[in-house]
């Protein structure tokens, strides 16, 4: 069986506990490669060479230009090589082809754009209130940054992160979901082979409790950029903040997807089907609550049992597969359990419910794609996130019940309005607390437009001009004239 070493410091690094552990296949059920497990004297190798990187040799020698020009062929370097990297996280988690392959080429773009700004990062001279002085800010790296990313997306959501760190001057130490190490350091070793000094990208594998949280307390680290759970996201959270460290934080959610009858019903259950079902439901924006209007109520759930009743499942390399499996097998667990549990809390099942056993599944982790009906936004199908494909349809009465619908959540990560009224999708981009609003679209993400939660959904925006200035920090320095 294929195995992976972990990349430090521009090489290979077998693991010093001499342990592997599998990786699987979510389509065949079964392991597919090995992956080195780390411990803390790994992560301390890897930060100790990040921290060296920074200081002297060749990235700290860079002008800013040369920076951003290595940026750009990263970028290059990850369309060249998008198509093996899109089968490796198919391989691992499951999701389709198709959308892996235009995710994967698609993030190039944030070492492009973040390679554009990396020599326009520029200090301020400040008007002086004493005479015989002058001054002026400098804007210095953060310094070593500890990136920890999910399963979900990985190299998309690793993009996020390194592209606005690396463009700011940092070098970074990425601790990969346990689930989907493969593709980082598949991607670590091509930026290697392109050109990135020894030091700047080091990834260390293996579990969230040794490896992720001796890189959360590595004095040397001073940023933590972190993608997952807000169980996890707090624990980060407590244990950065005892060394002051910088955080960003991008939780859960669960995000309200709101359906007026003045829409245009067609492309909102286009709209909610794809919100919902897209990677099995295994997005952090996944459009789990679906509020309809009472009065377009049981036209849009026909609608819409109707388009995702015919979901194709099957072989997530397969082109016309729709619905792929469940990344792990504690997840398909879970989302079964869910299932469980919002037909005991007393919600109508109208679609699907159970674990798919359809010939063209084979042994993979397939949940059919499933719908309630009659949720109430109390029950906890309305209030947890199941990160799975179980939509909660809810009703509504009008736009004030929808409002506040939307926010009794303790989440606030995205949200979707479908409306032709100009004046109420003003009223709800003001009223509804989420990091994103999308109006008669859903899930739509880029380079340059700001993405975070708030409330448990996390601290932060990446993308877009900002995300750079969350790995700099400004310094002042004074002269006496
Ligand atoms: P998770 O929190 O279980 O794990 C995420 C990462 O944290 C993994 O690499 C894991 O090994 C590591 N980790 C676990 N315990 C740790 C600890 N004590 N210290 C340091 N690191 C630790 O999340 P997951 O199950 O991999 O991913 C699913 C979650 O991610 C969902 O809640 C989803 O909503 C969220 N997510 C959020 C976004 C976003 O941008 N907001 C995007 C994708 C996924």
Not at 222 to 233: A, E, N
């Amino acid at each position: 069986m294929q195995r992976y070493d972990m990349f430090i410091d521009g090489e290979s690094h077998p693991p010093s506990t001499d342990n592997w552990f599998p990786t699987d296949n979510p389509y065949l059920g079964a392991p597919w490669a090995e992956i080195a497990r780390g411990g803390p004297r790994d992560v301390d190798t890897a930060v100790r060479a990040a921290h060296r990187a920074l200081g002297t040799g060749p990235w700290a020698e860079l002008t800013a230009s040369a920076r951003g020009a290595l940026l750009h062929r990263l970028g290059d370097t990850v369309a060249a090589h998008a198509r093996p990297l899109a089968e490796t996280e198919v391989r691992d988690n499951g999701k389709l082809f198709t959308e892996m392959h235009g995710q994967v080429s698609y993030l190039a773009q944030w070492f492009h754009y973040y390679g554009g700004l990396a020599d326009k990062i520029e200090g301020t001279v400040p008007p002086m209130d004493k005479k015989g002085y002058f001054a002026y800010t400098r804007k210095e790296p953060v310094g070593v940054v500890a990136v920890i990313t999910p399963w979900n997306s990985p190299l998309l959501l690793l993009a996020w992160k390194i592209a606005p760190a690396l463009a700011a001057g940092c070098t970074v130490v990425v601790k990969p979901s346990e689930f989907t190490s493969a593709s980082t350091l598949e991607l670590a070793r091509l930026f290697h082979e392109a050109g990135l000094p020894p030091g700047v990208f080091n990834v260390v594998t293996g579990f969230g409790q040794d490896v992720g949280a001796a890189l959360v307390e590595h004095p040397l680290v001073r940023k933590v950029s972190f993608t997952g759970s807000d169980t996890t996201g707090r624990r980060i959270n407590q244990a950065a903040a005892r060394d002051f460290k910088h955080v960003s934080l991008e939780l859960g959610g669960k995000s309200p997807n709101v359906v007026f009858a003045d829409a245009d019903l067609e492309a909102a259950v286009n709209g909610a089907v794809s919100g919902i079902f897209a990677a099995t439901g295994q997005t952090c924006i996944a459009g789990s609550r679906l509020l309809v209007q009472d009065s377009v109520h049981d036209e849009v759930v026909d609608r819409l049992l109707e388009l995702a009743g015919t979901a194709r499942m099957g072989d997530p390399m397969d082109e016309d597969t729709q619905v792929g499996p469940i990344t792990t097998p504690a997840q398909y667990a879970k989302v079964l359990d869910y299932i469980r549990i919002a037909r005991e809390e007393g919600a109508e099942l109208a679609l699907g419910g159970k674990a798919a056993t359809r010939p063209e599944c084979g042994d993979g982790w397939f949940v059919e794609p499933t719908v309630f009906t009659g949720v109430s936004n109390s029950m906890r199908i309305a209030q947890e996130e199941v990160f799975g494909p179980v939509l909660a349809v809810i009703p509504f009465r009008d736009e004030e019940e929808a409002i506040a619908l939307a926010n009794d959540s303790r989440y606030g990560l995205g949200a979707g309005v479908w409306t032709r009224d100009i004046g109420r999708a003003f009223r709800m981009a003001e009223r509804v607390h989420s990091g994103t609003l999308w109006v008669n679209t859903y899930r739509a993400v880029s380079y340059l437009a700001p993405f975070g939660g708030v409330k448990d959904s996390g601290i932060g925006r990446e993308n877009g001009i900002g995300a750079i200035t969350s790995y700099l920090e400004d310094k002042s320095v004074w002269i006496n004239t």
